[in-house]
């Protein structure tokens, strides 16, 4: 492991004034929350910081949830969002996706923060000994293009990376509308979520519009009585403590017997949780009956491509789409 300072800063002022002072990924300054990821990546030199700072007991943890909306501070841990009866009641989309994340102990310990900007599990990624990882090493080239790539994305990819991101959470709170709140020197500000990461193009690197010193304090979801008939749908190699290697998240706004509305972001096929604005589109106004479903559904495969091993996502996330707007809209 590469030696580092840990600086434990008073306030988030202070931290925030630490952070400032590193460049973008990868850079000598990073920080450090839950620490269940960040700590991974030192252990195994993917991470090379000089300083860390600490974020422990700086950032708000309450946690808000009913009709009103949602309000997460940043520092509520896993198994505490998941575990919260206004979560279950009104978002249980939120609550679903975090108790099909990881492990008790490791939602015991990570937090909402961290658990948006983890980085992806690509194996290449995780493992120096492999040279050519454009996100590790820029320039470097791309080792699961012609490696490996069954876990890796068929939507939103660009020649130098098909990484896709990890987090379940983030999925889930991009079909919800969420925002997240920003510190930075200048006080805080408001983005959406969907805008937080970056497709990879030429600079796989840079996976955040954050800028440097910038910390996440909370993320809001906005009143939405439809997001009681919501859902995440997680499709996996073993039954826990696992990845997804294609998840949906569908919120449903119902007219009778029909779909009025459908909010819908897929996991596991992309770069970033990834809105399937067409599909949404043709699902308004069709029943919950799966041959009217299917072909809505259908319409994610448009632009997506296989690399050979993962070819299989692109008829799989129709079917998890399916089955999730099914779920969803069986609930009363
Ligand atoms: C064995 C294992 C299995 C897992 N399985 C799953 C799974 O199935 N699904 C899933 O979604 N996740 C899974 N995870 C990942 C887990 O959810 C994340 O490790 C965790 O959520 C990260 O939160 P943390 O607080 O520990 O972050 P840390 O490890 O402390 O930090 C992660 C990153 O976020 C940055 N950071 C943290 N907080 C902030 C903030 N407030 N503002 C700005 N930057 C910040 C850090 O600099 C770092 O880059 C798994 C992890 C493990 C170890
Ligand atoms: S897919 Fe991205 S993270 Fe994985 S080896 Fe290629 S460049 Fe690295």
Not at 204 to 216: M, Y
Request: hydrophobic share 45%.
């Amino acid at each position: 492991m590469h030696p580092f300072i840990l600086e434990r800063p008073r306030d988030i002022n202070a931290a925030v004034a630490l952070g400032a002072q590193s460049g973008r990924n990868d850079a000598p300054v990073e920080y450090i929350a839950g620490g269940t990821d960040m700590v991974q990546l030192l252990q195994e030199n993917v991470r090379r910081p000089d300083r860390l700072v600490s974020l422990a007991g700086l950032l708000d943890n309450r946690i808000e949830a009913g009709p009103q909306g949602l309000r997460l501070g940043a520092a509520a841990t896993m198994a505490e969002v998941a575990a919260h009866p206004g979560v279950i009641e009104h978002f249980p989309v939120v609550s679903e996706s975090l108790l099909n994340s990881a492990s008790p102990q490791v939602r015991n310990q990570a937090t909402m923060g961290g658990n948006l900007l983890q980085r992806t599990r690509c194996p290449y990624f995780r493992d120096v000994g492999y040279a050519a990882c454009n996100k590790r090493a820029p320039d470097s080239g791309c080792a699961a293009m012609d490696g490996e790539n069954r876990w890796h994305a068929v939507l939103g990819t660009s020649e130098n990376c098909i990484a896709v991101h990890p987090s379940d959470l983030a999925v889930a709170l991009v079909a919800l509308d969420a925002s997240i709140e920003i510190q930075d020197a200048g006080g805080e500000h408001s983005v959406p979520l969907a805008d937080l990461h970056r497709l990879p193009g030429n600079t796989p690197h840079i996976e955040t519009i954050l800028q440097a010193g910038e910390v996440i304090t909370a993320i809001t979801v906005p009143a939405s009585p439809a997001a009681r008939r919501s859902h995440y749908l997680k499709v996996r190699d073993r039954a826990s403590f696992e990845f997804a290697v294609v998840s949906a998240a569908v919120v449903l706004d119902m007219d009778g017997d029909r779909i009025r509305q459908a909010r819908i972001a897929l996991g596991g096929v992309a770069p970033k949780p990834w809105r399937v604005p067409d599909v949404e589109a043709a699902l308004a106004g069709v029943s919950l009956d799966p041959a009217e479903l299917r072909p809505a559904a259908a319409r994610v495969a448009e632009g997506a491509q296989g690399r050979g091993h993962n070819d299989f996502k692109i008829e799989l996330m129709q079917r998890a789409i399916v089955l999730a707007v099914e779920t969803a809209g069986a609930r009363a």
